[in-house]
């Protein structure tokens, strides 16, 4: 039987699940499987590679002294699967969450390749280019397909309550149940709280959680053993002094369990965040979000690229919908809108048309009818002004698509956040105008995360996460889901 945290309801300590590795015992065990996947891959690229470019009879490596290719082979093998665990790529620190895993690979697979080019340059051994440039890549791309399929394995684990390290959060009731929220969304990060040590403590749960509090400030160590957590999360320092803070740290076994601080600032991804140790105090420095011009440039030139290919590929199958709407319905096959894009600046967003002609102007009737007129998500339930036609083309996002021109003319961008009517954005609270600092989107990261299920708040919340936390590969990601949440769809695109 596996334990979910629930917010809102009470919630006895979970048991450990049957057969879950304890402790760090299932990181050492699932570190050895990623050690033999990675073996077994760089033993079939780099031998592969070697047959398919030099055959089953290769020449000897020569230089200073003449070495047989199999054998050189190996030694690149080994070198490779050495460089990965110095490297740490298969440290809990980074495996289940996040790309650092992914980037590290890479980094230490660059890094022999590296060192192998100086090495030949060096002693004037000389290799075979070509089977050296397809080993690299290959070797990437497969050792990075394999760590995605350990880590599909290690999620679908994890929400089934195993391979998580089980936390004991340490604060204040309210920042308590403020990291608690954070985590429980976000379970496939293999964090799962199992209690809570507040001030005063006097039983019960946390309010407006589920979490039991098993303890005060000054019985971390006892509860920690009570619990069988393995992770003690200070989520607060307003009650525990630095020496408290020492004291569990000091408590903990080594190796098997871990002190984590949690400081309150969500949303915030890593790459604006930076340690640095100052007269003994660990300053957290958090950078202003900013996209630098090299990273605006990064990302237009993606647009422009990846827009026009489409569109060229596209082209047919667009001319076909497009037909397809004017012989359903009367009226025009695309829709044009008033939206608000970047800076407050407004646009018009090109649809196919999925509505009846006319139709905006039921609009307000609609919201108000269904009590929504007031949110600005302005999304209608079952709306009735929709076309038969135009549910299909919805429901599957095709109705999206002419919004590449768009894209291309440079008033949206791929990923961004969805571009709303003037009447919404006059709603926004001043965070929610933080949406408007870069150019909407064909899609988002609310878009590949619930879609129309998500309230207005989430929605937010995921768009606000977007902008602070910008990157190349972040966009890659969510056109990756995108991609299978039209192909899978769970609702229906704004």
Known sequence: MTWELKLGASALTPPRTAGQP???RWREAYAVRLWMTDALILVWVVYGTQIAWLGLQPPRVSGLAEIDYWIFSGVLIGAWIWMLGLLETRSDKVIGAGITEYIR???????????????AFLFRVDVARGYLILALPMGIVTLVLGRWLWRQWLIAH???????ARVLLVGCEESVAQIARELSRTTDAGYTVVGACVPAAVGGTVAGTGIPIVGDLESVPAALARIDADTVAITGTDDLPPDRVKQISWALESGGQHLVLAPSIVDISGPRIRTRPVAGLPLIHVERPSLSRGQRVAKRLADIVCSAAMLVVLAPALLLIAAAVRATSPGPALFRQARIGRNGEPFHILKFRTMYEGADAELATLLAAQGTDGRPLFKVRDDPRVTPLGRFLRKYSIDEFPQLLNVLSGSMSLVGPRPQVHAEVALYSDAAKRRLLIRPGMTGPWQVSGRS?????????LDLSYVENWSLLGDAAILVKTVKAVVSPGGTAV
């Not at 299920?453 to 919340?461: F, G, K």
Request: charged share 25%.
């Open 453 to 461: 299920s998500l309230d207005w708040e989430e929605a937010m919340r």
């Open 105 to 119: 690979v890479g980094d230490a697979s660059l890094r022999v390749f590296g060192a192998v080019a100086i090495v």
């Open 22 to 24: 304890v402790g760090a």
């Open 158 to 164: 994890r929400r089934m309550g195993l391979y998580t």
